[in-house]
């Protein structure tokens, strides 16, 4: 399956901030070609719930609040319950969804997760962002600490997003996994894009980190993105090739 963001993102270095301030009625909004996504969605979400799909106590309180504030552009997803209502807005929303709770450090809550990129949720939920995001390079040193104070400080119903991209050795967006290494000369090569962006809900104090993400074969993708693919792959250290499952010699 090959998707396309309405909206491409630059592509950055990953270990970049990046964030910017876009408007509210942006967020989470429906875009052209979403129907796709949202059957794969659903499937996943019927089928692989437990892989997907989790909801801890204390997130009921965010999730019923998401759900009334998105319900002018995603309908009615209100369930009998928090997780049914995640379930219902993971279904209708083409964006994975994360909920993190109101505190000093952050802990990840809940969370919607149909299109991972090599991790799983299982192992992540209840776990501040340290924690969850232990297996990137750099983070701890870096941004682990920008990043925490970003979101306790961040002001409600303010909404800011970043980019992030990767490269696959297909076209599959659950992807729980590290897939094999791959070359950005390599004729499966796809390239995979994220726009994430944070909320913070006014009520409940959660914040929302989404996430779009859409995949295409790189050699679809326009000249002057394959020129940057490639500037930063010739950039990234041999940790981040790693992490990233990028070929060491693929630059």
């Not at 961040?154 to 076209?171: D, E, F, I």
Request: net charge neutral; charged share 20%.
């Amino acid at each position: 399956m090959t998707t396309t963001s309405a909206a491409p993102s630059p592509i950055v270095h990953p270990q970049t901030m990046g964030l910017e301030a876009a408007p509210l009625d942006q967020w989470l909004a429906p875009q052209p070609g979403d129907e796709t996504l949202l059957a794969q969605r659903r499937r996943l979400i019927a089928e692989h719930g437990g892989d997907v799909l989790a909801v801890l106590p204390e997130a009921a309180s965010a999730i019923s609040e998401l759900a009334a504030r998105v319900k002018d552009r995603l309908g009615d997803t209100t369930g009998l319950d928090a997780r049914t209502t995640l379930a219902n807005l993971g279904g209708a929303c083409a964006e994975d969804i994360c909920v993190m709770s109101a505190e000093e450090h952050p802990r990840l809550i809940a969370a919607v997760l149909c299109f991972p990129n090599r991790w799983k949720l299982a192992e992540k939920i209840g776990r501040n962002l340290t924690v969850v995001h232990g297996p990137v390079p750099d983070y701890v040193d870096t941004i682990a600490a920008p990043v925490e104070r970003f979101i306790v400080k961040l002001k409600p119903l303010r909404h800011y997003r970043r980019s992030n991209w990767g490269l696959a050795a297909g076209a599959d967006l659950f992807t729980p996994n590290p897939g094999p290494p791959v070359s950005p000369n390599d004729k499966n090569c796809h390239l995979r894009r994220e726009t994430q962006s944070l909320v913070k809900l006014p009520d409940a104090n959660a914040t929302v980190f989404s996430i779009r993400t859409s995949i295409l074969p790189l050699a679809d993708a326009p000249a002057e993105v394959r020129t940057a693919v490639a500037a930063q792959v010739n950039e990234l250290s041999g940790a981040w090739k790693s992490y990233k499952s990028i070929t060491p010699t693929g630059t």
